[in-house]
């Protein structure tokens, strides 16, 4: 009974160890970590844990949680060629007086689908187009 008891302790112990613990992707500086969401045409693409970056003006970008980055998961090449894309992402920009946006349709692109989601408007912590929301919460 002792050794069983022992037992359940070790592996409880284990279990909250930092050894055992998930390990923390690492971001890019200027990015932090929050919760969105990314509905294309119907099609939920992000939605919970996030990364995003918010820029002067503004405009930002989310990125879904298992997204990789250049210089911290894969080497940074300087150039287009060598980029890599393990989730979905969305930028959302202000042109002029309007919101736009624009995102990747499948995981491993790394350039934004054909067309972009025409005009945006803010509702709350989202932007909202015909097919799409985009939503950060930070």
């Given amino acids: 009974m002792i ?8 592996a ?6 930092p050894s055992h613990a998930q390990p923390q992707h690492r971001l890019p500086s200027g990015y932090k970590w929050g919760r969105c969401l990314l509905v294309v045409h119907g099609q939920t693409r992000i ?7 918010i820029e002067k003006g503004g ?5 879904g949680p298992r997204q990789v980055f250049a210089g911290i998961d894969y ?3 300087n150039s287009g060629a060598g980029e890599m894309s393990k ?3 969305a930028v959302v920009y202000k042109d002029g007086d309007f919101w736009e946006g624009y995102g990747n349709s499948d995981i491993r692109e790394t350039h934004g689908e054909v067309g972009d989601w025409g005009e945006l408007r803010r509702d709350g912590a989202c932007y909202v187009g015909k097919d799409v929301r985009v939503c950060l919460w930070h």
């Fill in 47 to 53: 939605s919970g844990r996030c990364s995003y970056q």
């Fill in 12 to 17: 409880i112990a284990f279990s909250f160890s």
């Fill in 75 to 77: 080497p940074d090449t």
């Fill in 59 to 63: 405009d930002f970008n989310i990125q």
């Fill in 87 to 89: 989730d979905y992402w």
């Fill in 3 to 10: 050794g069983r008891t022992i037992a359940v302790a070790l």
